[in-house]
């Protein structure tokens, strides 16, 4: 899954979730758990494919980890203890949620890290680093890819529709707040 299979469907679940558990809202900061939506690539596709492909050439490394996901959960839980701050919570629910969207929990070697070994497994692609952009760019004007895609889709549309009920909300607040001082 890519950027906004990940956005898409992680904001659709926790405002799905929203509608039947109200107190959500206040545990989880949306923003938040949009970046954690995307954390784990964001540390480790540069990191993996790019940076240090000759070493990895993998771009599910230590962010795609129970161990990272783990690790920001308990600094999470410790900010909201101290200071009543949800945003590592928050960013550790996205983490979460990307870990069980990319099903990591068939790739348990990467998964249950460094459990079941130090190293990480080596991906079988024949282009690395620049090139892996380049190659992704080109075949992302190919049906095929979109085909293989049909979540980017999905989130795409998720997100349009989240945007529409974010503006149409805005405007009734911002209309409400113009009716209350022409009253004045």
């Known amino acids: 899954m890519l950027l906004f299979g990940h956005l898409?469907?992680?904001?659709?679940?926790?405002?799905?979730?929203?509608?039947?558990v109200p107190r959500l809202k206040?545990?989880?900061?949306?923003?938040?758990?949009?970046?954690?939506?995307?954390?784990?690539?964001?540390?480790?596709k540069p990191i993996g494919?790019?940076?240090?492909?000759?070493?990895?050439?993998?771009?599910?490394?230590?962010?795609?980890?129970?161990?990272?996901?783990?690790?920001?959960?308990?600094i999470g839980l410790y900010m909201y203890e101290k200071k009543r701050d949800i945003r590592v919570f928050s960013l550790s629910a996205g983490s979460f949620f990307h870990l069980f969207e990319d099903q990591m929990g068939s790739a348990p070697q990467t998964f249950f890290w460094p459990l079941l070994g130090w190293s990480f497994p080596r991906g079988s692609r024949d282009y690395i680093g620049i090139e892996h952009i380049l190659?992704?760019?080109?075949?992302?004007?190919?049906?095929?890819?979109?085909?293989?895609?049909?979540?980017?889709?999905?989130?795409?549309?998720?997100?349009?529709?989240?945007a529409y009920y974010l503006f149409k909300k805005l405007w009734k607040e911002k209309n409400s707040e113009d009716i209350g001082r022409e009253k004045l």
């Open 8 to 20: 898409g469907v992680t904001l659709g679940i926790f405002f799905g979730l929203g509608i039947f």
């Open 135 to 162: 190659v992704m760019f080109r075949d992302s004007f190919h049906l095929e890819f979109l085909q293989n895609h049909i979540i980017e889709i999905l989130g795409v549309i998720i997100g349009f529709v989240l």
């Open 49 to 74: 494919e790019v940076i240090f492909a000759s070493i990895f050439a993998n771009g599910r490394i230590i962010g795609h980890t129970l161990l990272f996901s783990l690790l920001l959960f308990l």
């Open 26 to 44: 206040t545990l989880i900061d949306p923003r938040y758990l949009a970046i954690g939506a995307i954390l784990p690539d964001l540390i480790d």
